[in-house]
């Protein structure tokens, strides 16, 4: 393996960590907010099977958490194997959120700790719902300080940039740049909606499989109106950034399109091929909409992309990322909106199984938006690692050994997702909810047994 590429290799092993660990950190922000939402409900309500929810949530989310770690890690070693130059020229300036990001994992650890561990051991039952609050802010924290590193990435600033070295570093104004706030939302929102999702096909696999119980079906109610929520939240954020990328990463927004010159009344579009001329064919074409998405009016100039010098554009196959996200924000609507009314849908079963299946398809497909919301991000920041200083080839190890670091950690992340899967699997089969209710003392209502 000596005599591959060691920028490609680098960049494959990046890829493969992220695509494993990003399922796993956008787990970590959206469970604690689900946990909460569950126990709160179970408390205000005084029913029970919510407080069951959380209680078997949080069990499964502590193995999450504990894989996570290990993915995290490896992320943090990768960044000074495998990108020597970028760590060193620009390691000042992404110091400070690496540090916070620490610490705030640190937070979020000692209280999950505390949480799990003091079920029915408060007279006040907010008292053990309080302590979500540092968990749910540790967790988000946690994503605010990485995704401000990767906002940097693509809106670089708080530097002097001296004979291609970053000096007189202000890591806060860098940390604190402009792609943050909309990068940041985007990212909280995402997992929010990802965590919701996902619990949700759980709940709809159980019904599937012809589970009757009342408890899958309030289980099911509360996950799928809270995807709906956090969807539209996403999708709003979502036409944020669209008006961030038309004023500070216009190629990025261009090469999504495949807007090529310069113009106001824009369209926007979806799907089709170019040929080698670069002419669109077979391509959904709506009218006014890139103006609109870039400026709020049909009139806002759009900057093209043969505005910018070849070797500086972004790859064309990020158009595809682009719509095939959006598909799945719209999924991640329609059919949580399709629940909300299925009563006044054809047919007499309230959960008919086509809507369970549709249901079941959410938690894949909002993980399969989050991959393609990182592969838009990363890959239409190419050439540039650090966008407008440093490019990805400048900022490679030069070592011949990476593709057996590549085979050995793909080794890893297998024999860790196969264990967590097991894991997983073993703890809810061994003790389903059923039975875990008739052993709380719990009857069909989530109320005491008498």
Do not use: C
């Not at 036409?239 to 010159?261: N, T």
């Not at 990322?321 to 924000?329: C, R, S």
């Amino acid at each position: 393996m000596s005599s591959l590429d060691p920028v490609l290799m680098s960049r494959i092993l990046t890829a493969v960590t992220l695509f494993v660990h990003i399922v796993l950190a956008t787990i970590g922000v959206g469970i604690p907010v689900m946990l909460a939402l569950a126990e709160w409900r179970g408390i205000r309500t005084g029913d029970m099977h919510y407080t069951l929810l959380a209680r078997r949530w949080a069990r499964g989310y502590v193995i999450t958490v504990a894989v996570g770690v290990v993915t995290g890690t490896a992320i943090g070693l990768q960044l000074s194997l495998l990108w020597p130059t970028f760590m060193r020229v620009a390691g000042k300036a992404i110091a400070l959120p690496l540090f916070m990001e620490t610490f705030a994992f640190f937070v979020e650890a000692i209280f999950l700790g505390i949480y799990l561990y003091t079920w029915d051991r408060f007279k006040s039952k907010y008292t053990h719902l309080l302590l979500l609050i540092p968990v749910a802010i540790g967790s988000s924290a946690s994503a605010f300080f990485i995704t401000s590193m990767n906002a940097f990435m693509n809106q670089p600033q708080g530097f002097e940039w001296v004979n291609g070295v970053f000096t007189n570093v202000n890591p806060f104004i860098a940390m604190m740049n402009p792609a943050t706030p909309s990068k940041v939302a985007h990212v909280l929102a995402s997992a929010y909606t990802t965590s919701a999702a996902a619990l949700a096909s759980i709940a709809a696999y159980s019904l599937l499989r012809g589970s009757k119980h009342v408890y899958f079906k309030k289980a099911l109610k509360l996950t799928v109106i809270s995807t709906f929520v956090f969807a539209i939240a996403t999708i709003t954020i979502g036409d944020f950034s669209g008006k961030f990328l038309a004023k500070f990463q216009p190629e990025k927004l261009a090469a999504m399109e495949w807007h090529f010159d310069t113009m106001t009344e824009a369209p926007l579009i979806y799907g089709g091929v170019l040929d080698e001329n670069n002419d669109i064919k077979y391509a959904l074409k709506i009218p006014y909409a890139l103006s609109i998405l870039a400026g709020n009016r049909p009139n806002t100039e759009v900057i093209g992309l043969n505005e910018f010098p070849e070797d500086e554009r972004p790859p064309l196959m990020i158009h595809y990322f682009f719509d095939l996200k959006v598909t799945n924000g719209v999924l991640l609507v329609l059919i949580p909106l399709l629940y909300m009314f299925r009563r006044k849908l054809p047919g007499k079963k309230p959960y008919p199984k086509w809507l369970l299946i549709a249901i079941l398809a959410l938690g894949p497909s909002a993980m399969v938006a989050i991959w393609l919301g990182w592969f838009l991000a990363e890959i239409g920041r190419q050439p540039w690692i650090v966008r407008g200083y440093m490019k990805v080839a400048e900022a490679a190890t030069t070592s011949p050994s990476v593709g057996w670091m590549l085979v050995l950690f793909i080794l890893l992340y297998l024999v860790l997702t196969v264990s967590a899967v097991k894991v997983l699997s073993r703890l809810f089969r061994n003790k389903n909810a059923e039975e875990e209710l008739k052993q709380l003392g719990w009857d069909e209502q989530g109320g005491r047994e008498s």
